[in-house]
């Protein structure tokens, strides 16, 4: 089962997986022209009407690109000029914001908010201004299970909000919320003595030259601003995902802005992400405290989940051994990935709630850098992407006797459940089922106590269309966990 990624295994991964899939077999010759090939396999895939790209190398622009409709009710095609809205991609301009004020000797990122923020609960005051940034506070959100707060309501749900009980002590765990970027606002404004809009204005949008960028949302009328869409519906309480594109109205009222509010080019985006390396906006200091995830009180990480593994001063973050990167992103629509090791950022701004170009922002990556192709085992723990190597030469029909080989080598050589797990599912994605069932096949007997093993191989039988492996691995998986229901609905099917 592929319980550490999305849901629903390799069902779900028919789009994400031919996008790596053709990522795997077009990196053999990668290059920027292949980042147009892939945009549009993304594109048509993932059903994304509009999309806007910047690429930035060794500290220049060294791509844009426009590709389908910013409006496709009047057939108005993405240009360079277009504006998409940045959603959450909005706390990264705070975090900046808030390490100015650091600098300038306004304020501590480790201090207490009530320090600032007296008129607070008293409950909230202990809460740093870090543990804000990083999702680590514990507060209530504003926002629980998205309710809808407009210009309308703001003032009864702020008042409602701190009725509430904290939600964990602060620093026990990550918890993504609104709250946090709603008190952040409200301390750069009193810090700076102007509102958090003006000040990101004239400190960050006007230094860099981003006069696209600005603050508001579906309200305001935006020239050139791109529409937005979703195949998201809700009936009888339940969220699906349609076949019909529909309007999406995005409502970001004034306190929640700095949480959501901005709208931008990926071509001023890209212009922003060079003054930052640059020191145009933050002291080098300042940055690497910027890009440092947030820390629980047991000292572990933690974030969104994969490879957006942690969660910095308003920036997620990829934390992995190779090409790590810090990843804002917005509204499942749109995503910044910054390699700050490598000189190079990709930026993809979309009109589709629900592309999520994270998941493929790496494959256009590797056309720059090609020991991320994933066909060579990038991603994988070093132990593992040795071995994908020595297989991709000799053949996975190869891996029980080079893991036996490995281990008389070494007798303290471990393969881990997950990050096996994790190897044959990149295979899937990668349209390699037959490889990957290898992988599997050797999980399972490495861990036969395990229901997800079974679960994984079940799934990839099913995916070869073997419906008695399928159902027979399927029947362990649900022996070993009882509550296991992709197992029990697929063994009830005729």
């Known amino acids: 089962m592929k319980n550490f990624r999305f849901a629903g295994g390799i069902r779900a991964l028919g789009i994400v997986g031919l996008l790596l899939g053709l990522a795997s077999r077009g990196q ?27 690429v930035v190398r060794h500290g220049q622009i060294v791509k844009l690109g426009n ?72 507060l209530p959100d504003i926002m629980p299970e998205d309710a809808l707060v407009t210009a309308n309501n703001e003032q009864a749900a702020w008042a409602q909000v701190q009725t509430q009980p904290l939600d964990f002590p602060a620093g026990q765990r990550f918890a993504y919320n609104q709250t946090n970027y709603l008190l952040l606002g409200r301390l750069i404004d009193k810090l700076s003595g102007q509102p958090f809009a003006e000040f990101i204005r004239q400190r960050q949008l006007e230094v860099v030259g981003m006069p696209r960028t600005t603050s508001g949302d579906a309200h305001d009328v935006l020239p050139r601003g791109a529409r937005g869409y979703t195949f998201t519906q809700y009936a009888d309480g339940q969220v699906r995902r349609g076949k019909q594109l529909r309007n999406l109205f995005e409502v970001f009222p004034p306190s929640l802005r700095p949480a959501a509010g901005m709208s931008s080019t990926a071509e001023e985006m890209a212009r922003w992400l060079i003054a930052l390396q640059q020191g145009k906006l933050l002291q080098p200091a300042s940055l690497a405290t910027l890009w440092t995830p947030g820390r629980l009180n047991d000292g572990s ?9 942690g969660y910095a001063l308003g920036w997620p973050t990829v934390t992995r051994p190779e090409h790590p990167a810090v990843a804002p992103v917005g509204g499942g629509r749109s995503a910044v990935f910054l390699y700050p090791q490598d000189e190079l950022a990709i930026v993809v701004l979309s009109n ?61 050589y471990a393969l881990p459940e997950e990050a096996v797990n994790a190897w044959g599912y990149s295979l899937v994605e990668q349209g390699q089922l037959n490889d990957a069932l290898a992988v599997f096949q050797l999980n399972v007997q490495l861990y036969p106590g395990s229901a997800n093993t079974y679960d994984s191989l079940a799934e990839t039988y099913a995916a070869l269309g073997n419906r008695k492996l399928a159902a027979q691995h399927y029947a362990r998986a649900l022996a070993l966990n009882p509550q296991n229901r992709t197992a029990a609905e697929y063994l009830k099917q005729p």
Not at 28 to 40: M, T, Y
Not at 80 to 102: C, D, E, H, W, Y
Not at 114 to 136: D, N
Not at 383 to 405: D, I, N, P, Y
Request: charged letters at 20%.
């Open 67 to 138: 590709y389908g409709l910013a409006n496709v009710q009047d057939s108005v095609p993405v240009a360079t000029p277009t504006r998409f809205f940045l959603n959450s991609i909005t706390k990264a301009f705070v975090g900046v914001a808030v390490m100015q004020l650091a600098e300038a000797g306004k304020l501590d990122v480790a201090a207490p908010v009530g320090g600032y923020l007296p008129e607070l609960p008293a409950a909230w005051h202990p809460v740093t201004v870090r543990q804000l940034l990083t999702h680590t506070s514990g």
């Open 352 to 412: 589709l709630q629900g592309a999520n170009p994270e998941r493929f922002v790496d494959a256009l990556a590797a056309c720059y850098l090609p020991d991320m192709r994933v066909a060579d085992g990038f991603g994988l723990p070093p132990t593992l992407r040795a071995l994908h190597r020595t297989l991709r030469q000799r053949g996975f029909s190869h891996l029980g006797t080079e893991v036996k080989k490995a281990r008389r080598r070494d007798p303290a």
């Open 28 to 54: 053999a010759q990668a290059g920027p022209d292949s980042v147009d090939v892939l945009v549009r396999q993304a594109m048509q895939q993932l059903r994304i009407p509009g999309l806007q790209l910047a």
């Open 301 to 309: 990480q933690r974030g969104f989940g994969g490879k957006l593994n």
